[in-house]
């Protein structure tokens, strides 16, 4: 049972890159699937959620306009899509996901997927 994060890079400013997430050995089904992100001497931040069930979505101010959470129910799998990337986009991604619904699903974390990098520099 684990989930497994994958599709970071470098890329220049401006540029996009698309993250996935995908869960093996048990189903997103009544899950919220988030992606966290962790620069170096900086606190972990929530980028964004989704309620697998129904789709419904979440984002930090930081990130609205930029970044798409999707999910794609025959993969078992959520995407993070990010565009108009910045460097202060730099950061380990982290992809996590709760069986709860809610604002304090990460309260209830179970599973964790390993970080991906994600370099935005000129």
């Known amino acids: 049972v684990q989930l497994q994060a994958s599709g970071g890079g470098l890329v220049q400013p401006g540029g996009s890159l698309r993250l996935s997430c995908a869960a093996r050995g048990f189903n997103l089904d009544y899950y919220t699937v988030g992606w966290f992100r962790q620069a170096p001497g900086k606190e972990r931040e929530g980028v964004s959620r989704?309620?697998?069930?129904?789709?419904?979505?979440y984002y930090a101010d930081s990130v609205k306009g930029r970044f798409t959470i999707s999910r794609d129910t025959a993969r078992n799998t959520v995407c993070l899509q990010l565009t108009s990337l910045k460097p202060e986009d730099t950061a380990v991604y982290y992809c996590?996901?709760?069986?709860?619904?809610?604002?304090?699903?990460?309260?209830?974390?179970?599973?964790w997927g390993q970080g991906t990098q994600v370099t935005v520099s000129s």
């Open positions: 996590a996901a709760a069986s709860v619904y809610g604002s304090d699903w990460s309260r209830e974390i179970k599973y």
């Open positions: 989704i309620y697998f069930t129904t789709g419904s979505t």
